[in-house]
């Protein structure tokens, strides 16, 4: 069964870095495409970036500051957040999906999702 599982959430300031993990279980990572989504109080769930065997793609609000990888070893995907902003606070899912894309619709098997908060 196929399983995700964040973390690496937490409370930082303006300017500051996370470092944000998905361990995924039950199968390969390169079985599927792995994205990061966001949601804030009041807002639509946001695609961040997501990353397949081949492809990354990043949401243009994010572009330059972020960085996903992956390590197939671990079976891990991690999002490395830089220069954080407020507007950036939000749960954080990831996802697994059968092709790569920013819409959450694409994706079927979600995380529990991990708190960022950045504020000073």
């Known amino acids: 069964q196929l399983q995700l599982v964040e973390s690496g959430g937490g409370l930082v300031q303006p300017g500051g870095s996370l470092r944000l993990s998905c361990a995924v279980s039950?199968?390969?990572?390169?079985?599927?495409?792995i994205g990061w989504f966001r949601q804030a109080p009041g807002k639509g769930r946001e695609g961040v970036s997501c990353?397949?065997?081949?492809?990354?793609i990043y949401a243009d609000s994010v572009k330059g500051r972020f960085t996903i990888s992956s390590d197939t070893a671990k079976n891990t995907v991690y999002l490395q957040m830089n220069r954080l902003k407020p507007e950036d606070a939000a749960v954080y899912y990831c996802?697994?999906?059968?092709?790569?894309?920013?819409?959450?619709?694409?994706?079927?098997?979600w995380g529990q999702g991990t708190q960022v908060t950045v504020s000073s």
């Open positions: 039950g199968f390969p990572l390169d079985y599927y495409a």
């Open positions: 990353i397949s065997r081949t492809n990354i």
């Open positions: 996802a697994a999906g059968s092709r790569i894309a920013l819409w959450p619709q694409d994706y079927d098997t």
